[in-house]
């Protein structure tokens, strides 16, 4: 009888233990910590630069922008490579003003002489990308060298200010520029392949070398033209009074 018994209480408690086993909740693995946004990861990206409205309001008279590369050493940096075109294009203007006084009709024509006229520069740069802080949004510091050419031009034809004489002005510069800067920025990884970014770079010219040339030709009815040339060309190693430049940046990175 005793058996009995002691085997029955074997049963019961065996039973009890599987039936708790059974509606015990399953057990949660532990929350994997959330990984640090890689603000330039992966590896390859594609840089578009964006026009700066604040910095270069004429959408129809000019452009800026760039196009370049982007490559993560590692998730905390990177390395930029780009190039940057600017032109404008601001020609003269004739304006024609009609006034009428006793019956008597008075149309008067003036010109605006604009300078320069155009402008063309391109822009190769590299700078080296460093992360300040993990994050989806994160700031970053950096540096690097650029390398300049910039054009600009002062081309008009005047016949219209002053009666009787045309006036020509054929005004050219050539600029070449090298040097470094620093950059502060930050960065918005809206999307694992997308970041968008917001810079400020303070330009310091190392060497600056401009080539410029001026001709005017006045012609007179009934005399020769009579015309004026002269040529200079100036070259300033840190040159401070002229180096430091400033300015700012919009952007946005896809990538591979």
Do not use: C
């Amino acid at each position: 009888m005793t058996k009995r018994l002691s085997l029955f209480a074997v049963f019961l408690l065996s039973s009890s233990i599987a039936l708790a086993q059974t509606d015990a909740p399953p057990a949660i693995p532990p929350a994997e910590p959330t990984p640090a946004a890689k603000l330039f990861e992966p590896k390859f990206g594609v840089v578009f630069n964006l026009q700066n409205i604040f910095q270069n309001p004429g959408l129809l008279s000019g452009f800026r922008g760039g196009l370049g590369a982007q490559f993560a050493l590692n998730p905390q940096m990177a390395l930029r490579l780009g190039i940057s075109l600017n032109h404008t294009s601001n020609p003269a203007v004739v304006t024609e003003t009609v006034t009428v006084v006793n019956d008597v009709t008075t149309t008067t024509r003036t010109m605006s002489r604009p300078s320069p006229t155009s402008t063309f520069g391109v822009t190769l740069g590299g700078d080296l990308l460093q992360k300040l802080t993990d994050g989806v949004l994160a700031p970053y510091v950096g540096g690097g060298l650029w390398v300049s050419l910039e054009t600009e031009a002062t081309k008009v034809r005047d016949d219209v200010s002053v009666m009787d004489a045309v006036t020509s002005i054929d005004n050219s510069t050539v600029g070449f520029g090298l040097g470094g800067r620093g950059v502060l920025g930050v960065g918005w990884r809206l999307h694992p392949h997308f970041l968008i970014f917001a810079e400020y770079a303070l330009n310091l010219t190392i060497v600056d070398h401009a080539s410029t040339s001026n001709k005017q030709e006045v012609t007179i009815t009934g005399n020769p033209p009579a015309s004026t040339r002269s040529t200079r060309a100036t070259t300033r190693v840190f040159d401070f009074s002229t180096a430091l430049s400033q300015g700012a940046a919009l952007g946005l990175v896809a990538f591979f």
